[in-house]
């Protein structure tokens, strides 16, 4: 059984016998609620992560995530999903991260599986909170587009307040990221500086808030803002980041969808040769995201 | 790996369900379900004033959205039977339509669900839910979870119900109450 077959069947299996995940619907495109799944529902997610422009050259790259949540009770929820991506990247080479230019169609590497509890319910009590734990295995970088394996286990939580019967939502996530990473070696680069093939290990953090607004039935407009930091073996803190922008929603019985559009306010860390804007992270982060998500409920 | 981008677009199509919404009531079924032997409905919309929200808002706790509540008197061979109000509380995706019948000193005679459209808790419309409302008055707490139950996947929807009959009491008292 080749590489692709074999992943193949553990994604087939991991949505047939664990069906774990996420965090129902979402008002925002990033920061997450605290309200649980009720027991029983099941719900079906599809997701877009486009990450674009590093200052020089050309970069484009999408993530997807399509993912099934699954209500066990009342408070706790599952969720699996498969996740891809695709890279475009010409005219930009980072030593340890861009190797070379690629030109990776979207293509499946790997799967995620999440369970989440809620502790508080925020219609409920004065604020809700819920804590979320995963682990997601993918065999590509998104960052590069190369092989790469990576194993990551994150603990989140979650807060959620209602302002207004509800028509104002606050949230508020916390998240720690461990990450054991190593490189496949790419044929004609043997330099270590460019491409590393040494196992490594990341701790990331990561903290977001944001609003969302319901101006008119089913539609909701929101803003958010991300600050993410990462700590490596190699050279403590590698990178940060704060993000922010805003979020269009929509939600009926059955279906929702938010659109987030983020820019990279501010950076740090290491910059690779050249970076002519120095104020931003763009080794593994770009200046712009937009993330699409759509939600079917069954 | 092979690019398998087809693939991630099956979710994208699967997910083109046209939306729809359940509207239970419309003003005159809800009229004769909490009524069924009433003759005569007569129209008397509330119009309330800052310092009348204000006093709603005061006894219940519970913000006067409206500065127009539709209310009728319901009468039965000219006997004056009751009050029937229409409501809208919030939500999670749209405004939920109910209405309340009030006996003349204030007392929940019933209520009934005229529209709900949300994913979940579809159970709001049940009889064993709406139940717990009957013979509610003034000093009754209205809270979830205490004399209300809760409807789990629907709970801004249960207490933001809930607190629409802990407000239209209110208003009885502000507005209605001989």
């Known amino acids: ?298 | 790996m092979k690019s398998i981008f087809p693939l991630f677009m099956l979710p994208v199509a699967a997910i083109t369900c046209p939306a729809y919404g359940i509207q239970y009531l419309s003003v005159e079924q809800a009229q004769m379900a909490l009524y069924p032997s009433a003759s005569q409905f007569t129209e008397n919309f509330l119009e309330l004033n800052e310092s009348q929200r204000d006093a709603i808002e005061s006894i219940s706790d519970i913000r006067q959205r409206w500065k127009t509540q539709k209310a009728w008197k319901a009468y039965e061979n000219g006997a004056f039977k009751g009050w029937f109000i229409i409501d809208k509380v919030i939500g999670k995706h749209e405004f939920i339509t109910y209405a309340l019948a009030l006996s003349p000193s204030g007392e929940v005679i019933s209520i009934e669900i005229m529209d709900y459209r949300e994913t979940y808790g579809g159970e709001v419309n049940e009889a064993d839910w709406r139940k717990n409302f009957i013979g509610a008055n003034k000093q009754s707490p209205l809270e979830l979870e205490e004399d209300i139950p809760n409807i789990s996947g629907a709970t801004l929807s249960c207490r933001n119900v809930t607190n629409g009959v802990k407000r239209l009491l209110a208003l009885y008292e502000v507005m209605l109450k001989p």
């Open chain 1, 1 to 298: 059984m080749n590489k692709t077959h074999l992943l193949s069947a553990t994604l087939l299996s991991a949505l047939a016998y664990l069906p774990t995940a996420q965090a129902g619907e979402n008002l925002l495109g990033y920061t997450k609620g605290a309200e649980p799944l009720p027991k029983g529902a099941l719900e079906l997610y599809q997701i877009f992560t486009q990450r674009s422009d590093k200052g020089q050259g050309t970069y484009d790259a999408i993530d997807s995530t399509t993912e099934l949540e699954y209500g066990f009770s009342n408070r706790f929820s599952g969720s699996a999903a498969i996740i891809g991506h695709s890279v475009e990247t010409k005219g930009l080479i980072i030593g340890g991260y861009l190797p070379q230019e690629k030109s990776l169609g979207l293509t499946l590497s790997g799967i995620e599986a999440q369970l989440k509890y809620s502790f508080l319910t925020p219609a409920l009590n004065d604020i809700g909170l819920s804590a979320s734990f995963g682990i997601d295995y993918d065999t590509i970088d998104q960052h590069s587009g190369q092989d790469k394996d990576t194993l990551s286990a994150n603990l989140g939580l979650q807060l959620q307040k209602y302002f207004m019967d509800g028509q104002l939502v606050w949230l508020g996530n916390a998240d720690l990221e461990t990450t054991h990473a190593t490189r496949d070696p790419i044929e004609g680069i043997d330099d270590e500086e460019e491409w590393p093939t040494k196992p490594e290990m990341e701790v990331g953090i990561g903290i977001s808030t944001g609003l969302s607004y319901r101006f008119a039935p089913n539609w909701s407009i929101g803003a958010e803002a991300i600050y993410e930091t990462e700590y490596e073996t190699e050279v403590g803190q590698e990178r940060w980041s704060l993000f922010a922008g805003p979020s269009l929603h929509y939600g009926n019985k059955h279906f929702w969808s938010t659109l987030t559009v983020l820019g990279q306010l501010s950076g740090g860390g290491e910059t690779y040769e050249n970076q002519s804007d120095t104020n931003l992270h763009l080794i593994e982060k770009t200046k712009q995201e937009v993330k699409f998500k759509l939600g079917y409920n069954f």
